[in-house]
Structure formats: C-alpha cells, structure tokens
C-alpha cells in the first residue's frame, strides 16, 4: 500500500466522493456556482463549475496537493532539480520559454544562454530560407519544406503548425512525415521537386528507426533525382541532442540545431524542434508562442492553488480516476485550426503518467494516467457523444472553444458556440424519466410505448465538463494552453509521486520489433517464438494470408 491511500486527506475524499448531491442539485442550490467556480490566467478562461464537487471537495482536493507538497515540486522543477529519477536529469522545457535575461543554471551554466543562442540560430535560418537568400543546389529557392520526426518530434510541430494556419507568412509549404510506412513519405515526395525542397530531420536521440530510415529514403530519393552527396548540405538539416551521431550521418555541423537532454520529446516543440513551426509562422510568431506558455509558467509557479489553472484541472482529473473509477478523459476542441489537439495531449499525459510505480519503485495501488482521446466539436456529436452522454462509462470532458473565429460568416460560429455550451449542460443536467415521457406525451404512441421509450430516452447527466475559453486562437494564447496541459500532467504525477518524464515502457516493444525485423529478413522460418509471432512472422514471409 503507498502512503498516499493511505492519507487522511485520501480516505476522506474517499468517504466523501460517495454522497455527493447531483450536480443538477448543486446549481440549484448556488446561484454564483459558475461565478465562484471559474478563474482566467494568460488569456484563458476555466469554467469549472460543470464539476462533481462542492466546497468541501475542493478543500480536500487542494488539501492531497498540500500534503504532496505540490508548490515546492513545482518551483524544483522550474529550478532544475533531478526530478526524472531513473534517468538522472532536469526537466527543464520551461527554460525554454524563459526571459532571455533569466538566469537558470544546470551543472553551473547558465542554460538560458544557450537557449538564445539556438533561437538566434533558428531566427537567421528562417530568414534566409523565407528570405530566399538560402538557395537549393541548381540556385533556386526552397518551397517546400519536408519535417521528419515522430512521436514529440512530430506531433508538436504539426499540430501547433495547423493550429496556427491564420499566421502563416505565405512563402513555404511545410509537409511531415512521421510513420516508417513508405506510403507516408512516397505520397509526400511524389509532389516535390528536389531542386527546391529542405528536408529537417528531428529527433533528439537520432536512433529513432522510422526517423532514420524516412531520411535516409530521402537522402536517395534527392540523389536519384539529381542532387549529388556534396549537394547534401543544402537541403539537409538536423534538430538533435546526439550531434555525433548527427555528423557521422551526414549533416554538416553547421546545420545542426541543438537541443538538450533536459528536454522530453514530448515537451520539445518549443525548442528547434519548432523550427517547421518558425519557418511557417515567422519568428515573432514563434516567438509570441514561446511567450504565451512563459505566461502560464509564471501562473503556475506564483498562483496560489485555489487559483492555479494547471492545479485545477490536474486535481479534478485526479479525482474522476482516483475516486469515481473513470478510465478515460475525452478532450473536445470545437474549434477547426484545433483539431489535433487531442492528439498532441494524448501522448503528452499517456506517455507521461501511463505509470505503474511510484518514485521509490512501490507498485501503486491507485490508478493513474487515464486514456486521452478526443477530436473536434462539434463532429464527435455525431460519432461517440451518444456513449459519452448514455453509456455505462463516465468520460470526463474538456470542452475548448474560441469566442472569437478568425473566419467569420453568416451564423457558423454562433451555432459551434450553441453546441459545445448546449453539450456541457446536456452532460450535467442530463434528462429524467419524467422529462422524457413529458416529451412523449404528444407523440401516438399508446402509454405502454411511451413508457418504454421514456425508459431508453433517460439520461442520467450529472457528467463532468471543464470549459476553456479564450477571445481568439493566436500564437500567444496556444502557448498558454499547451502549457497549461503541460504542468496539469505535472500536478498528477506530483500527487502520484510517480516519474512523469521518462518512456521506458517505449523500450521493449523497439528492441522486441529489431528482433522481429532480423527474423522477418532471416533465410529460414521463424520457429523458437511463441506460436502467434512465428505464425504472424512467416505469414509475412510467405507474403499471403
Ligand atoms: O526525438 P526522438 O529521439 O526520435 O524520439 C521520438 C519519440 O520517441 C519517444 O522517445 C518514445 O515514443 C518519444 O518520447 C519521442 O518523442
């Protein structure tokens, strides 16, 4: 057993997530609920109100967070202790947002300095490849511009890049390939045209094998279409922390964009990792994202924890895990330019805080990070909120909206805004067996069948939303919320006492496939495995089912 089950504050919320009224009940007894249980900070705006919790439940929920000491985790991250224990390193992605005239020292240098510098280096790529000063290998200048990566190498520039498609500058088209699936890069390739597209290779470890293998493929496909080796430089560059082994594959030192092991994959698009991200959107761009998640460091370092957004909504997450048994947590973007969001925070919280043991190695006896999933609002109404509102599962939501669009017509954008409020509410107050046979009573069905439909049109409600608004989607507020999301995964690994920054459950399933891969290519049938990976393997071999 670990000592957190074992807490006062533990037991007692235990005890107390048991009665609590229905959350219909809560709004009708407290006119000032959405008033009292709502907050903003860096452009954001949390409606927590849609919440199974009263006053108490709050109190003893900050009271978890106290006993986790939460604040002086908080402020040793942000001062770069060794908090990802079984890796021995800082977690230090917040240094990358820092004031220039920070000053945060890891093994006695200033890593703010060298933060700078590497976006000084971005800043003067960016402008002579938009600038057209940087020319391909016959004179021309780049268009197209390919990012290979995957997973934090990836994800990040991609979905901050879509995000951000109002503030694209114009003179690039930018392309990802992630997926060692030859499809993913031969569809992306068949459109370009050597003499004019760069290829950026990110991948803080380079020993990614679907990374290594996309830009080796190509490297072939630039050389069989006319490039030579020399050429290579120019349309070639890496975002790495093994610059040795960057070198040794081939890519000039001078285009070799750093970044540090204090960096988790999965919080790197504020590094170089971004470079797609700058090239699209500009530097002063880039740069008012950076400053947008700053914004939301600050918050969640100063701000008292009955104020503190991030805390918030990582103690209510907690909660629904911890005590009302969910497994999932469903994020709902209604907003297009979001759309991948989901994504970007399902690798975020799941590869963070999909744990199993605590600090010292205990086996945990509490859940843990719940599946993140999710999409854009208001297409999932007509695909999985059927489960969501009726289903035996309770689903948590997070609702993330924009006031203001940055297209603008006719009725669009008040008819979203109709929808995700009209969703929450639908979610909290539900609908009763009362309610439903009263919608019946005019219908010509006889009152057995009204009866009977009444029954499955009963929805129980009392489902928990979070709402977050911003007056409009813009470089600045997109950083605030990554961010936010960034230290919610922190404050439930904290209370957990698990290690939030390392990914060893990555590990088995790599070397287990470099296995597969040598028996897949062997002269002979695979015979020594388990009957299913034989069987699967020599199935491939024999390529037919
Ligand atoms: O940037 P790299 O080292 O290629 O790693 C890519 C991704 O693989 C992981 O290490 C495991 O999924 C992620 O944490 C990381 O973002």
Redesign the pocket.
Known sequence: MTRLTQSDTWQALSTHTQSLPHMRDLFEGDAQRFKTMSTSACGLFLDYSKNRATEETLSLLFKLAEDAQLPSKIAGMFNGEIINTTEKRAVLHTALRASPEQEILLDGVNIVQEVQETQQKMAEFVNAITSGQWKGYTGKRITDVVSI???????GPKIVSQALRPYWTGELNCHFVANVDATSICEKLKTLDAETTLFIM???????Q??LTNTLSAKDWFLKQGGSQLDVAKHFVAV???VPKATEFGIDAENIFPMWDWV???Y?LWSA?GLPIALLIGMEHFKALLQGAHEMDKHFLEAPLTENMPVIMGLFSLLYGNFHGTQSHVVLTYDHYLRGLPAYFQ?LDM?SNGKSVTLDGTDVDFSTGPVIWGGEGTNGQHAYHQLIHQGTALIPADFIMPLQSHNPLGEHHIQLASNCFGQTQALMQGRNYDEALKELSGSKLSADEQALIAKHKVMPGNKPSNTILMDKLTPSTLGSLIALYEHRTFVQGAIWDINSFD?WG?ELG?SLGNDVLERLSADSDATSLDSSSNGLINMFRQGKI
Do not use: A, C
């Open positions: 990566g995957i997973g934090g190498s990836f994800l990110s991948s803080k470890s380079f020993g990614t679907e990374t790495t922390s093994n988790g994959g999965r790197s990792i690798q590869e990914q990555v790599k």
